[in-house]
């Protein structure tokens, strides 16, 4: 940033009873906190104004609370000259823009801007300004600027950090017992079961019949024999008186063979 402009600092707290103050360190003091002995900064709660900043209080910038905690760091770098690189101060996360602008204490005629990273050209932007999309750790470096006048910003780092990786709390078996669903029965087996009956409709009256017909040709009467029955007549007058002389007859060969 430039000589002279007004900055302020503040620190984003989530309890307000931490104390959270601005501390820094320079290339002349280390470790001061902002209104230290009325040395710099005006303390404003959790915030730290510098009304008129000067090239002296170029340095490494952080917040830290009553107990001791601390936050990330920032890089301030101060001016003299006409040309500033206007970048972000925190770490950026992989995966986001960044936009990076060549500012000019003056507004120039001409705003074309030349932009460098680790002293190598990457391009040239008309509107003075470049945007890097979706940054990865290979983008991490020194970048400056240079306008159509010739003036050269001082270098700014930019830092880029690893996107976290969300994962699922683990479930214990106590609070979430698994459960077992049924899976729906296959299509398949109701087309098997279905065949199988339209099979057994199909052929069982014809097995039926098929038996019913072997079984009466099997006991049907044949043309060579006719049924035969049995019945008991009485014997006629006839008959009878003939079996009367067969017995005389009898009882006479007998008894002449006696003789």
């Known amino acids: 940033m430039f000589e002279d402009e007004f900055v302020s ?7 307000s009873s931490a104390g959270w103050t601005v501390w820094r360190n320079t290339s002349v003091t280390t470790r001061t906190q902002c209104g230290d002995l009325g040395k710099w900064g005006r303390p404003a709660g959790s ?28 890089n301030i770098t101060v001016t003299g000259g006409s040309v500033v690189l206007q970048s972000p101060v925190l770490p950026v996360m992989e995966g986001h823009d960044v936009t990076l602008t060549c500012r000019t204490k003056t507004p120039p005629s001409n705003p074309t801007a030349d932009f460098y990273k680790d002293g190598s050209l990457i391009r040239t932007e008309p509107t003075g300004h470049m945007t890097i999309h979706h940054v990865s750790r ?10 159509s006048s010739g003036g050269e910003s001082p270098s700014s780092w930019i ?13 214990s078996a106590a609070s979430a017992p698994p459960t077992t669903a049924a899976s729906p029965p296959d299509s398949s087996s109701y087309h098997l079961v279905f065949g199988l009956l339209r099979h057994l409709v199909v052929f069982c009256p014809y097995c039926i019949s098929t038996v019913l017909m072997v079984s009466l040709y099997r006991h049907r009467p ?9 019945a008991m007549t009485p014997p006629t007058q006839a008959e009878e008186g003939l079996d009367d002389v067969y017995d005389d007859v009898i009882t006479a060969v007998t008894t002449e063979h006696h003789f």
């Open 9 to 15: 600092l503040s620190c984003e707290e989530d309890d």
């Open 47 to 74: 915030s730290c104004n510098i009304s008129s900043i000067s090239k002296l209080d170029s340095g490494v910038y952080w917040c830290e609370s009553r107990e001791g905690a601390t936050s990330n760091t920032i």
């Open 138 to 147: 290979s983008d991490e470096g020194l970048y400056k600027c240079r306008n």
């Open 159 to 171: 830092s880029v950090t690893e996107k976290p990786t969300t994962t699922a709390p683990p479930t």
């Open 222 to 230: 044949t043309g060579n024999e006719r049924p035969v029955s049995m």
